[in-house]
């Protein structure tokens, strides 16, 4: 989405990547949120402002319904275009289509879900809705009465009225604000990556942060993006994790195996899974894709550690990620234009020789092999192997 600001981003959320200290750590775990990646619904790009209240409740109930809730998809969040007017006191209040926040957070939270919603440290929203800036800790103990648990907060025109060099404390401001309401609320900072976030992040009460602009709706940005975070790694970790954007699956944007690569991916990153597609009438294979528990249980792994890249040949990748079992899950991508075999070599993991490979997304066993593991990916496509 477009929006005023002297940066100019694809995307609205401006990520920030995080070299903290220890002290910055604990400052993003006090509240207990987030020890494994967030999951959840986030209505952007399924909605884009066509949202309404009955839209969410509908997402909810599929979630239950479905399967996604028993495999810990918790958040439904609404994004940008939820805001109407502020009344006399500054209070801000739902649009026409969201008469009634408090009743929709107790419905959500009937189902066994949480709430989420998205605000800006600017005057605007991206959508030029109400923003927070002015009444950021009015509107936090507004979040707080009506229930919310996660606030996604986007930059947008922050660029109007703070410098480059005043970011931080304007997510701080907000950050403290959350903090004071005695709440527990998942503090989702959206920048775009600006100012090398994940090096201040948790100090601010980031638990999440992006760390590129959108997706948009097309492979080749989900590649550029998903491909670009080798080297973010030492930044995540339970409390506080690298968000490389949503789950385009089941947008009927890019095709099944182009699906199966960023949910790979998305999961070796320990990144959030945060699903847009609807519910209600996501095709089978999609649901399957976002529904596997084996791959699933790659990103949520006890041990909270991001995966890397391992090895790059033109455009075939091999990343891994250690998982607490002590086996490594591994993925074998194909950026090119024709199917290709991919090679992992097991010394490269810092494994023996012979090593036991089971295919995640086929949930079988595979055998025993010496020395490596070869796998034919299709174009654009992504095999997810465990590998011990």
Known sequence: MKYSSSWRFTGRCLVFIILFSSSAILRSQDHGLAQKPPMGWNSWYGDLCQVTDAMIRAQADAMVRNG???????????????????????????????????????????KGLKFGLYSSPGPLTCGRREGSYGHEELDA?????????????????????????????????????????????????????????????PSVGGNMWRTTGDLDYNYDRVSLVGFQQ???????????????????????????????TQMSLWCLLAAPLL??????????????????????????????IQGHRVSEEGPLDVWAKPLADGSKAVGLFNRGEGPSPVTVNFKNLGLKKAAAVRDLW??????????????????????????K
Request: proline share 4%; aromatic share 10%.
């Open 141 to 201: 103990q507004t979040y707080a009465a009506w229930g919310v648990d996660f606030l996604k907060y986007d930059w947008c025109s922050g660029g109007e009225v703070y410098k480059p060099e005043q970011m931080q404390a304007a997510y701080r401001k907000m950050g403290d604000a959350l903090k004071r309401t005695g709440r527990p609320i998942l503090y989702s900072l959206c920048q775009y990556g600006l100012e090398k976030v994940w090096t201040w992040a």
């Open 362 to 387: 086929g949930a079988k066993d595979l055998g025993t092999f010496q020395d490596s593991f070869t796998a034919n990916v299709p174009m654009r496509g992504g095999v997810l192997v465990r590998i």
């Open 68 to 110: 996604m809730k028993a495999l810990g998809y918790e958040y439904v969040n609404i994004d940008d275009c939820w805001q109407g007017k502020r009344d006399a006191r500054g209070v801000i209040h739902g649009d026409k289509n969201f008469p009634d926040m408090k009743g929709l957070a107790d419905y959500i939270h009937s």
């Open 275 to 304: 699903a847009s597609a609807d519910l209600n009438t996501i095709s089978p294979a999609s649901l399957a894709i976002l529904t596997n528990a084996e791959v699933i249980a790659v990103d949520q792994d006890a041990a909270g």
């Open 230 to 260: 080798d080297g973010l790694e030492r930044f995540a970790g339970p409390g506080h994790w690298n968000d490389p954007d949503m789950l385009l699956v089941g947008l009927k944007k890019i095709t099944e195996d182009e699906n199966r």
